[in-house]
């Protein structure tokens, strides 16, 4: 099998900040060399980032900060928190740590940790904080197969009952074979865990789909709804979409009829917002060999979408992030690929599918050291997180 990707990152593209007239730089709290960056937005309407720094000698640290208003527009990071450090963590440009902060003011986060020598052996690492991020608990795995195989691509997300709920890639069902990367199917999982770190619910959302993008999840008014790229056996490799209703997890259904048929991963995941009922996905396909960043819309909690639409500027590498505005429009952020480099880019589409001019955030390299860039709503401004030689950070007003 032809999976597309590499493994641990060792370097990081050159790229100084430079933001443009729209944007602010934002001095960032990663140091030299850190790299994996995710936001998230807490609900009382804060931004917290979190990444890796590299400590040396084979030591990682996960690390956290918070957006903090210094004065009328104008922001700064707090001072970094641990929230873990190891020496046997699968560190990768494309799968990820995250946080979250859950509605009871709790903390969430997840790592990657080997599990056997094999490349692509390793567990997901979840921690809890339940005093703002001073103290962590000891980490649990939420998947309990045992295998030395590849768990990864976590999106943690609150359930209903403010229990904490995380869906993932599970290659359980993968044995080894030629090479690192085995032979048989990813599927797709899901689990809640509950304040005391006891498991319920789980889960087998999807038996077969695409071994290395991304997953992403969002909370409706119906209920969560999951996204991520599927496989057929014909090798289809379109984003589904499944739904959590009345207790019952939905068949996976299509976003969009792309048809982009594909014998390896694009490792190019999808990425949802959800605000009441109103749903946006953001993805990348090259159905037809044309390289695209779509949208599509949903008012029925995902149920069903409109007709998508294109978002980006003739030459997209992908690495998309979406949010929704209160008008229901979305903002969409992606890296363009230019001759020279390339950019982040923000774009605003509104309810209609009508497009506003794209914005640049910062120029960025498009290699996969420079992974996938962030974005979040902080009130009314707009936060990014990139990386470069380090991990970046800036601010925008919302358009």
Not at 17 to 37: K, Y
Not at 243 to 266: E, M, T
Request: hydrophobic residues 40%; neutral net charge; charged residues 20%.
């Amino acid at each position: 099998m032809n999976r597309l990707r590499i493994g641990v990152v060792a370097s990081f593209l050159l790229f100084p900040i430079s933001v443009l007239a729209q944007t602010r730089e934002l001095p960032s709290p990663a140091g030299a060399g850190s790299g994996q960056p995710n936001l998230t937005v807490s609900p009382d309407g804060r931004a917290h980032l979190s990444w890796i720094e590299r400590l040396g000698e084979g030591r990682f640290s996960l690390r956290f900060a918070t957006l903090e208003k210094a004065a009328p527009e104008k922001y700064e990071w707090s001072a970094p928190r641990v929230i873990a450090e190891g020496s046997n963590w699968f560190v990768n440009w494309a799968d990820f740590p995250s946080m979250i902060a859950l509605p009871d003011g709790s903390l969430a986060a997840h790592w990657l940790v080997r599990s056997g020598t094999g490349t692509y052996a390793y567990d997901v690492n979840i921690s809890r904080s339940f005093d703002g991020g001073k103290t962590w608990s000891k980490p649990f795995v939420p998947h309990r197969d045992g295998t030395q195989t590849e768990h990864g691509f976590v999106s943690l997300f609150p359930a209903k009952d403010n229990s904490l709920a995380a869906v993932w890639l599970d290659g359980r069902e993968m044995k080894a074979g030629a090479g690192d990367h085995g032979h048989g199917n990813m599927t797709l999982r899901y689990a809640k865990i509950k304040r005391d770190g006891s498991m319920a619910d789980e889960a087998s959302l999807d038996a077969k789909v695409c071994e290395c993008c991304q997953t992403s999840a969002a909370m409706t008014a119906d209920g969560p709804v999951v996204v991520y790229r599927d496989r057929s056996d014909q090798e289809i490799r379109d984003i589904s979409v499944i739904r959590l209703k009345d207790g019952k997890w939905s068949q996976p259904r299509s976003v969009a009829q792309d048809g982009w048929q594909l014998n390896g991963c694009p490792v190019n995941g999808p990425a949802v917002a959800a605000s009441g009922r109103r749903v946006a996905v953001a993805w990348f396909t090259v159905a037809g060999g044309a390289p695209r960043v779509k949208l599509a819309f949903s008012d029925d909690a995902g149920e069903t979408f409109n007709e998508s639409v294109i978002v980006d500027d003739g030459a997209p590498v992908g690495r998309v992030d979406v949010l929704l505005l209160a008008d229901g429009s979305a903002m969409v952020c992606w890296l363009e690929k230019l001759s020279g480099g390339g950019e982040v880019r923000v774009r605003r589409v509104k309810p209609d599918g009508k497009r506003d001019q794209s914005i640049t955030v910062a120029p960025s390299g498009t290699a996969r050291s420079n992974g996938f860039p962030q974005m979040v709503r902080a009130g009314n401004t707009l936060v990014f997180a990139w990386t470069g030689a380090r991990v970046f950070t800036a601010t925008m007003p919302l358009p």
